[in-house]
């Protein structure tokens, strides 16, 4: 990414996010021209002015919800991240439009002003939730992406380059499982696990940056991003934490599904890992540039050579216990947590 970020104003939506504040940290790491931090959140803005305290980062109060004030931010940049959304699946459960309002609506806002405004780059953060959506949070990014790849397809031949990255659960992240379990490990409470056998991809928030950062140097418009990753279970996330904090195994308590959960989450559908290109540690996805008019295909419709599984955290590489803890040593705050 340094080709496209030196001297580069750059806008990170939920800047005050997990994904938008190691984005951050990262982008003052290389020669970048200008941070801009978009949230609605002053608190957590003003912590995170005195956190970096650098001239390079402005702070912006708005909402992607509201198009004035993603104009006012956009405006004079030359690349986007767009991780601002609603995450949580219980919470779009039970406030369905609310996820509509902000992962779908207010995407729409970012990549029309990007593409009005002759913003060279968008990156859009999406999830593995998205694919066979069961939640309102899923089908919301789902649309997110739909609507991204509307754009593309609308505005080949502007100067925008949009693209859409799917990350799988990303460790340590804020509201995730992992604080969850260790805070519940060191106080001696109930580890709460959902179902034992439940698989989820592990990524690191570093190896989440070099999915965004891949995108931002080799995206053509239009184009979805996955980076392989392994998986574990639950149970084996909750064995290797309690192995690294001496916690007890009698501390895990089963309390079944909630709301919108999945089994296992899929960073690829059989459709799209059909059209898939394999680039080593990623997955790219071109976009379906076709126009409306099928009457091409009327007869033979659009062939297909091989048939391919859903990329799935049930079929990708599965960790065991051993291997999960291998892993957790690699995230900082574990490290911290440990005293190391």
């Given at each position: 990414?340094?080709?496209?970020?030196?001297?580069?104003?750059?806008?990170?939506?939920?800047?005050?996010?997990?994904?938008?504040?190691?984005?951050?940290?990262?982008?003052?790491?290389?020669d970048?021209?200008?941070?801009r931090?978009?949230?609605?959140?002053?608190?957590?803005?003003?912590?995170?002015?005195h956190a970096?305290?650098?001239a390079?980062?402005?702070?912006?109060?708005?909402?992607?919800?509201?198009?004035?004030?993603?104009?006012?931010?956009?405006?004079?940049?030359?690349?986007?991240?767009?991780?601002?959304?609603?995450?949580?699946?219980?919470?779009?459960?039970?406030?369905?439009?609310?996820?509509?309002?902000?992962?779908?609506n207010?995407?729409?806002?970012?990549?029309?002003?990007?593409?009005?405004?002759?913003?060279?780059?968008?990156?859009?953060?999406?999830?593995?939730?998205?694919?066979?959506?069961?939640?309102?949070?899923?089908?919301?990014?789902?649309?997110?992406?739909?609507?991204?790849?509307?754009?593309?397809?609308?505005?080949?031949?502007?100067?925008?380059?949009?693209?859409?990255?799917?990350y799988?659960?990303?460790?340590?992240?804020?509201?995730?499982?992992?604080?969850?379990?260790?805070?519940?490990?060191?106080?001696?409470?109930?580890i709460?696990?959902?179902?034992?056998?439940?698989?989820?991809?592990?990524?690191?928030?570093?190896?989440?940056?070099?999915?965004?950062?891949?995108?931002?140097?080799?995206?053509?418009?239009?184009?979805?991003?996955?980076?392989?990753?392994?998986?574990?279970?639950?149970?084996?996330?909750?064995?290797?934490?309690?192995?690294?904090?001496?916690?007890?195994?009698d501390?895990?308590?089963n309390i079944?599904?909630?709301?919108?959960?999945?089994?296992?989450?899929?960073?690829?559908?059989?459709?799209?890992?059909v059209?898939?290109?394999d680039?080593?540690?990623?997955?790219?996805?071109?976009?379906?540039?076709?126009?409306?008019?099928?009457?091409?295909?009327?007869?033979?419709?659009?062939?297909?050579?091989?048939?391919?599984?859903?990329?799935?955290?049930?079929?990708?590489?599965?960790?065991?216990?051993?291997?999960?803890?291998?892993?957790?040593?690699?995230?900082?705050?574990?490290?911290?947590?440990l005293?190391?």
């Amino acid at each position: 990414m340094v080709r496209k970020v030196k001297g580069s104003t750059v806008v990170i939506t939920g800047g005050t996010g997990s994904f938008g504040s190691t984005m951050a940290k990262y982008l003052l790491s290389k020669d970048i021209g200008e941070i801009r931090i978009f949230s609605r959140d002053e608190a957590k803005q003003d912590a995170m002015r005195h956190a970096m305290g650098d001239a390079r980062v402005r702070f912006f109060i708005g909402d992607t919800r509201d198009a004035e004030s993603v104009e006012r931010v956009v405006r004079g940049s030359d690349l986007i991240f767009h991780a601002a959304a609603l995450k949580q699946v219980p919470s779009a459960e039970f406030f369905p439009l609310e996820a509509v309002k902000t992962n779908i609506n207010g995407s729409a806002n970012i990549l029309r002003s990007a593409v009005e405004n002759d913003v060279k780059g968008v990156v859009c953060l999406s999830t593995d939730k998205a694919v066979y959506p069961i939640n309102a949070m899923g089908m919301s990014k789902a649309l997110m992406e739909k609507t991204a790849q509307a754009f593309a397809r609308d505005y080949q031949d502007s100067n925008t380059t949009i693209s859409v990255t799917r990350y799988g659960n990303v460790m340590y992240s804020r509201g995730s499982v992992i604080p969850l379990f260790i805070s519940q490990i060191k106080a001696g409470k109930p580890i709460t696990v959902t179902d034992p056998t439940m698989t989820r991809f592990l990524m690191s928030l570093a190896e989440s940056v070099d999915l965004v950062e891949y995108a931002f140097e080799h995206a053509t418009t239009g184009d979805l991003f996955v980076r392989k990753a392994p998986a574990s279970t639950i149970e084996d996330l909750a064995l290797a934490l309690i192995e690294m904090f001496g916690g007890s195994k009698d501390q895990i308590q089963n309390i079944g599904f909630r709301h919108g959960e999945k089994l296992y989450e899929s960073l690829l559908s059989t459709e799209e890992r059909v059209k898939a290109e394999d680039l080593g540690g990623y997955f790219r996805v071109p976009l379906d540039a076709r126009d409306l008019n099928y009457s091409v295909y009327f007869e033979e419709g659009e062939s297909r050579s091989e048939s391919l599984d859903a990329y799935t955290s049930h079929n990708t590489n599965r960790l065991n216990v051993e291997g999960v803890k291998k892993l957790l040593l690699t995230i900082p705050e574990v490290r911290l947590e440990l005293g190391l």
